[in-house]
Each structure stands twice: as C-alpha cells, then as structure tokens.
C-alpha cells in the first residue's frame, strides 16, 4: 500500500498525499467495476467527520459477479442512484442485489456529445472546462439523491455513479460533502483522485481517441484528466447563476437550511 501511495502521489502531484494514504479503508474492491469508494472519512471545518460505511461512488456496475453482491449486501448498499442516460443504461443494465431501490437520474446524459464530437471538441480546447460550467441539468440530475440521503434509512447504505464514475459522480460526490461542510480543497482531492483510480481505463479511453484523429496521446491526456479548476468551475458557475451554492441546493435540491442540518446530523460524526 505504501509503494501504491508513493506512485500515486508521483503520478498526480495535486492529490492530497492523505486522500490517497487511507485507500485501504476508501477504495472498495470490487471484481467487475473500479473507482469503487467510501465517501467518509473527511474532516468537515467544524472539526467533525464524514461517517464511513454509508455513501459510497462509483463507475459502471452492470459487470458486478457474484462475489461483488456479496460486498453490497456486506455493506447494506441497497439504494442506488444512476447518472447515466436512458439508452446508456439500457445498454448496460445495472447488476445489483434483487429489492434494492434503483433510481435512474438521467438529466443531461442523453445529450451528451458521442466520441466524435468529444474528439472536436478537444480540438477546439474547453471540452471539460464547458462540460461543469454548464448548471442546466445539475438541479433535476441530483435532487433524487439528496431526496435518497435525507430519506436512507437507518443502518442503509447509498451508492451512485455513471460510467466511469468521474464527471457525473465527481460532481455529485463535491456537492455532497460541500453539504456537509468539507473543504474545498478536500472536496478538490476527492475529485482528482479519480485519476489515479481509473489509471487503467483512461489510458485505454486516451489511447482511442488518438487512433485517426490527429491528436496525440499527450494532448488528449491533458484535455480529459480530471483538475481541480473543473469543479470550482462548477462551483463558480453555480454562484453566478444563483447567487450562492445555498440558493442552488434550496431552489434545485430542495436542501434548505433545515435540510443541511439534517444532511450534517445523519452523515458526520
């Protein structure tokens, strides 16, 4: 685990150092999907802690074995949330544990621009920078899962994610524990950390987008790595639009100050 950290820490010099050193407890393994992660652990500005075991992100689950059912049963995951597009997640149903409470939240998914039009896009420069600054979709993608938080009952775990769990789960796992109060630079680690744990998959994502298209593997590297400016981007496009990210989460999220409160007593400690 140390030699893990120490390459990681060398391979994305802006995570913090201890986002990565407690993996052991944060990343869950699971055999049929990655960027599998506890979302607790974090100290809030008030000096509490983001409780472990209940909210947990990650990428696609519609390859989940057997033995994975076991580890949702295990951790009490019997609440879900997908970010993904109606064809996207028709394509690639998910695989979860019979009863469990699946809520598709598709907002924004279905216009998501395709492989070539992303290719264009890195080529004209400010694919991702415009993909976070965009808040038309933010409100009605996420208010199921702040309904699902403030409604999971007792001993129950949650879980969300999209496909590769980075963007759309990035996002939504920023403005959960901006809820509860976490730094924003601890907010900004959590999201770049992603880069790390998608590794693999991303240097086969990179890769393809090199094949006939004229870009190189390094261009494409630094369009579509995950930096911290993206999601104080959408911080940023957030306060523009409504004043302040309270506004957002009380006019889009139907999370005011009572429900913040609540979002506080149920997920820290």
């Known amino acids: 685990m140390k030699k893990f950290v120490l390459a990681c820490a060398l ?10 050193a407690d993996s052991s407890k944060r990343v869950v393994k699971m055999q049929g999907t990655v960027n599998f992660r506890d979302a607790g652990g974090y100290t809030t500005k008030d000096g509490k802690t983001v409780t472990w075991g209940k909210v947990y992100r990650s990428a696609d689950v519609s390859k989940l074995t057997e ?25 690639a149903p998910d695989h979860l544990l019979p009863g469990t409470k699946y809520t598709l939240s598709p907002a924004g998914s279905d216009s998501l621009p395709g492989a070539g039009q992303i290719i264009q896009q890195i080529k004209e420069g400010g694919f991702l920078e415009k993909f976070y600054s965009n808040t038309t979709p933010l409100g ?5 899962l702040f309904r699902q938080l403030l409604e999971l009952p007792e001993g129950e775990a ?6 590769g769990g980075r963007d759309r789960t990035g996002m939504a796992t920023a403005l959960f524990l901006y809820a ?5 630079e601890t907010i900004e680690a959590d999201y770049v950390a992603s880069n790390v744990y998608l590794e693999p998959m991303n240097a086969r994502m990179f890769k393809s987008f090199t094949t006939g298209t004229g870009l190189d593997e390094q261009t494409v590297r630094k369009a579509m790595e995950l930096r911290p400016e993206y999601i104080r981007a959408m911080f940023a496009a957030i306060v523009t639009k409504y004043g302040s990210v ?24």
């Not at 391979?11 to 990565?20: E, W």
């Not at 009605?140 to 199921?144: A, G, K, L, S």
């Not at 509860?180 to 924003?184: A, C, D, R, Y």
């Open 67 to 91: 033995q994975d059912l076991v580890t949702l049963e295990k951790r009490n995951i019997h609440t879900v949330i997908d970010f993904r597009g109606v064809k996207e997640s028709a394509a």
């Open 158 to 163: 949650i879980m969300y994610h999209c496909t």
């Open 11 to 20: 391979l994305v010099p802006y995570i913090s150092f201890a986002q990565l």
């Open 180 to 184: 509860l109060g976490v730094p924003q």
């Open 246 to 269: 309270e506004n957002f989460f009380e006019k889009e999220l139907g999370v005011g100050s009572k429900q913040l409160k609540q979002l506080k007593k149920k997920y820290t400690i």
């Open 140 to 144: 009605e993608r996420y208010r199921p």
